[in-house]
């Protein structure tokens, strides 16, 4: 089996910040990583696939990046919207336990 | 749109049995992978089965291999996962998720709430 490790578990950070949470795989997973925002009571929500490629829709602030055993999604200025918990995920059956972000 | 709608959650006792669906809609559905994911209160995003397009190959997560089964009906647009020998660890909102075909999981249904208590 493949363990996700994301870090931060939380994190707090004030309006404009740039925001960082990683996601370490314990073998290559090479970039089959997507990232996900879920908010509560709502479903997740996909915001980068193959590790880089942001989603249709999704706010360019959003980026990612990284390749093998380490990733990393950035937000490039946090936004009072992106209050959330972010997954990351190597397609299809593994997620990495979440980072829950919240604002200053 | 693309829309997957869940339905068949509820309250059950341990060993029971219950079946979800999913009604698929706005997109070719036989030609996607489908995925059910859960969620326990509180917790983090489970993947719990998924199923080729064809229907011709599907996979289960170890801990419900033996007591659940992912499958689909093409000419209804529909997912289905039949759940047997529920225990209390199941309890879950249980997601019905369409696979993209880019190593992600595109579209969400809001989820079916499955609660396993005696």
């Known amino acids: 089996d493949i363990q996700m490790t994301q870090s931060p578990p939380t994190l707090s950070a004030s309006v404009g910040d740039r925001v960082t949470i990683t996601c370490r795989t314990s073998?290559?997973?090479?970039?089959?990583l997507a990232w996900y925002q879920q908010k509560p009571g709502k479903a997740p929500k996909l915001l980068i696939y193959?590790?880089?490629t942001l989603e249709s829709g999704v706010p360019s602030r959003f980026s990612g990046s990284g390749s093998g055993t380490e990733f990393t999604l950035t937000i490039s200025s946090l936004q009072p919207d992106d209050s959330a918990t972010y997954y990351c995920q190597r397609h299809t059956n593994y997620f990495g336990g979440g980072t829950k972000v919240e604002i200053k | 749109e693309v829309q997957v709608v869940e339905s068949g959650g509820g309250l059950v006792q341990p060993g029971e049995s219950l079946r979800l669906s999913c009604a698929a809609s706005g997109f070719t559905f036989s030609r996607h992978w489908m995925s059910w994911v859960r969620q326990a209160p509180g917790k983090g995003l489970e993947w719990v089965a998924n199923i080729k397009g064809d229907g011709s190959d599907k996979y289960h997560v170890d801990s419900v291999k033996g007591r659940f089964t992912i499958s689909r009906d093409n000419a209804k647009n529909s997912l289905h996962l039949q759940m047997n020998s529920l225990r209390a660890e199941d309890t879950a909102v249980y997601y019905c998720v369409r696979d993209s075909g880019n190593w992600a999981l595109d579209y969400w249904g809001q989820g079916t709430l499955v609660t396993v208590s005696s």
């Open positions: 193959k590790a880089s």
């Open positions: 073998q290559s997973i090479n970039n089959w």
